[in-house]
């Protein structure tokens, strides 16, 4: 058998199509192959198994879906980061809310952020007077973030501090 079937296929023999669409797995095993002409067979077995275990083409990849939470602690203001991916996953963000965790004033508003230029663009904003009631409804994706471009956010007022909940799936 040739090297490259040893390096993917024989350290993904274990696993199921169900199984091997854990991204970590697979990450793991294929991370370190290089771009090149040697490894065009290694690369091409890459995309075969990103095929079968439904991670291509911009599709949330089974079993990652999640909801991230972000604690801003009562008086905390100014920018934080709410979600930043890995080196190299790209997440989709279907929605994001914020609850106040007391009652109180809140004024914050939710942006991507460019990690290499700094440039800002704000997605949603919200203001007012809330109780542990209130859910404030802040975005209604799809919204794509990496690591190069991810979520922030912008707390102005805080007299209660709040939950920004986040939820993605991963697409890659």
């Avoid at 997605?123 to 109780?131: C, K, Q």
Wanted: aromatic residues 4%; contains cysteine; proline residues 5%.
């Amino acid at each position: 058998m040739p090297d490259h079937y040893n390096r993917i296929l024989e350290q993904l023999n274990t696993l199921t199509i169900a199984d091997g669409s854990n991204p970590t797995v697979i990450d793991a095993i294929t991370d370190p192959i290089h771009i090149q002409s040697k490894n065009l067979q290694t690369l091409m077995d890459v995309v075969l198994v990103n095929e079968a275990t439904m991670r291509s083409a911009g599709q949330p990849i089974p079993g990652t879906g999640q909801v991230k939470e972000t604690l801003i602690t009562d008086g905390e203001t100014g920018h934080k980061d709410v979600f930043i991916p890995n080196a190299g996953e790209v997440w989709v963000v279907t929605t994001i809310s914020a609850k106040p965790t007391a009652t109180g004033t809140i004024n914050l508003s939710m942006s991507l952020e460019d990690s290499t230029t700094g440039a800002r663009a704000v997605l949603d904003t919200g203001t007012g007077n809330a109780t542990t009631a209130t859910l404030i409804d802040m975005v209604n994706g799809p919204v794509y973030v990496s690591k190069e471009c991810f979520l922030q956010a912008y707390i102005g007022t805080n007299s209660g501090g709040c939950t920004f909940d986040i939820a993605c799936h991963r697409v890659r």
